[in-house]
Nanobody, 124 residues
Framework: QVQLTESGGRLVQAGGSLTLSCAASGRTFSRYGMGWFRQAPGKEREFVAAISWNSGVTYYADSVKGRFTISRDNAKNTVYLRMDSLKPDDTAVYYC?????????????????WGQGTQVTVSS
């Protein structure tokens, strides 16, 4: 049974920083790409960032490029999302997901397990 557990979400002021963590179990973590998606109220889930199995490739949504950084520690089975210069538009539930392939991908259909999500709220 694959489990993904996100943590680190909270209320933060605009311009602030936050780091989300996602601990994985039940699959050989180091063999698969990982991703972060988010869903704001009334909106569809959207891609945020992705990282390949060996951290060699990363992708970011245009809306977060230059502000967010995805990283992973395969020894700890954990993926991180460092978020800087946060904006109110970043308010959403953030989901961690594990891919079906080693590569990084922006496509939700290429991920097969999802965490429960962690709430990030950015106040203006």
């Amino acid at each position: 049974q694959v489990q993904l557990t996100e943590s680190g979400g909270r209320l933060v002021q605009a311009g602030g920083s936050l780091t989300l963590s996602c601990a994985a179990s039940g699959r050989t973590f180091s063999r698969y790409g990982m991703g972060w998606f988010r869903q704001a109220p009334g909106k569809e889930r959207e891609f945020v960032a992705a990282i390949s199995w060996n951290s060699g490739v990363t992708y970011y949504a245009d809306s977060v490029k230059g502000r967010f950084t995805i990283s992973r520690d395969n020894a700890k089975n954990t993926v991180y999302l460092r978020m800087d210069s946060l904006k109110p538009d970043d308010t959403a539930v953030y989901y961690c997901t594990i891919g079906t392939y080693p590569r990084a991908t922006t496509q939700a259909r290429e991920y097969d397990y999802w965490g429960q999500g962690t709430q990030v709220t950015v106040s203006s």
